[in-house]
């Protein structure tokens, strides 16, 4: 019962200044969309985690092949994706070599540098991908 008491408490104070702000006839601000930086990291993250079978903290090409298997046929580029992570060429990928290629991507494509890609960034993402697969 308190829990919920408070969590009403903390909505109801969370809302006061949207509806004030709405109730003065001012348009409500939008969500935010898209995905920060950090959630990209927390999403690597996780995946990388649910790969490392052995839980070592290094993918090898096959833990990287059995998680694109898990994935399906849209992940048919895990060899070359785990050789651009492998950056010393040790037969191992951690965590670090695994974010670096992704995040780099994130911070080209995050044009306005506010650490979330937007969902028109999004898709500028996807449009570059898609030509590099098809080669056009």
């Known amino acids: 019962m308190k829990n919920a008491i408070l969590l ?7 809302a006061t200044p949207l509806a004030a702000q709405v109730a003065k ?3 409500a ?6 995905i920060t930086r950090q959630a990209a ?14 839980g070592d903290g290094a993918l090898t090409r096959a833990e990287a092949d059995a998680a694109a298997r898990r994935i399906g046929p849209g992940a048919r580029d895990a060899g070359a ?7 010393d060429g ?11 290629g992704p995040m ?6 995050d044009r306005n540098r506010d650490g979330r890609l937007e969902p028109a960034e999004q898709r500028a993402v996807m449009d570059a991908a898609r030509k590099m697969r098809t080669g056009g």
């Open 90 to 100: 040790n037969g191992r990928a951690t965590l670090a070599e695994t974010m670096a």
């Open 41 to 54: 990291q927390a999403q690597i993250t996780a995946a990388f985690r649910r790969a490392d079978a052995n």
């Open 81 to 87: 994706m785990f050789d651009r992570a492998d950056a």
């Open 8 to 14: 009403a408490a903390l909505t109801a104070a969370a």
């Open 25 to 27: 006839g001012r348009p």
């Open 29 to 34: 601000p939008a969500a935010p969309t898209g």
């Open 104 to 109: 780099t991507l994130f911070d080209r494509a």
